[in-house]
């Protein structure tokens, strides 16, 4: 059978204040899986997973060719965690997991926290933590510009510069992302 992976979302600030809209999104999942660099491993035991994801990281990646071939593939640096305010979302959100967890009537089906575990509890802990631990989730967005210079790739209707007859209509032109998942916005 199939299943689609996250069964529960929720829209969250990560902080009471100074945020206009929901910066973090939270995944529920009724598997047990563990999100690795270049795989996912689905647990061989009961369990759920829930994951935290920044909507609009402040954090920019780049994308650069590696050389003139063209089936070369390019040199992809996301720099996930190379904003602090990224890094405090991401752990206001983690701590927000354990606390649902904690509630009632999670807490009576909780047998025991897999990943961070109770050995994590200082903020220090939390931050090393969501280091060790975060992944990007192939939601790229923004890696071609739009615009009227030198250096954008499509105009202000999706043209790729150069090149007559075609156009990008995917995440890779938008100029501001989304909160959300990036398929119906591109759809």
């Known amino acids: 059978g199939s299943t689609p992976d996250a069964h529960a979302l929720a829209f969250v600030h990560s902080r009471p204040e100074g ?4 910066d973090i999104q939270l995944h ?3 598997a047990g899986y ?20 920044v909507c609009r990281p402040a954090g920019r990646g780049r994308i650069r060719l590696k050389s003139a071939d063209h089936h070369a593939p390019p040199s992809i640096e996301p720099c996930l965690l190379a904003n602090d305010e990224d890094v405090a979302a991401l752990v206001a959100g983690a701590k927000l997991v354990r606390r649902i967890f904690a509630t009632p009537p999670l807490e ?13 509890e200082s ?7 969501v280091r ?12 071609c510009k739009m615009g009227c210079d030198a250096l ?7 043209r790729v ?11 890779s032109i938008m100029p501001t992302i989304v909160s959300g998942n990036t398929n119906a916005p591109c759809i």
């Open 152 to 158: 954008a790739v499509v105009d202000d209707r999706l």
């Open 108 to 120: 009576g089906a909780v047998v025991a926290e897999a990943a961070p575990g109770e050995g994590v």
């Open 34 to 53: 563990d999100l690795r660099e270049d795989e996912v491993v689905l647990l061989d035991r009961p369990a759920v997973t829930a994951i935290v994801n």
């Open 132 to 143: 060790a631990q975060t992944v990007g989730i192939y939601h790229a967005a923004g890696t």
């Open 161 to 171: 510069r150069g090149i007559d007859g075609l156009r990008i209509a995917d995440a």
């Open 123 to 129: 903020d220090a802990d939390w931050d090393a933590y």
């Open 28 to 30: 529920f999942t009724p």
């Open 19 to 22: 945020l206009a809209s929901p």
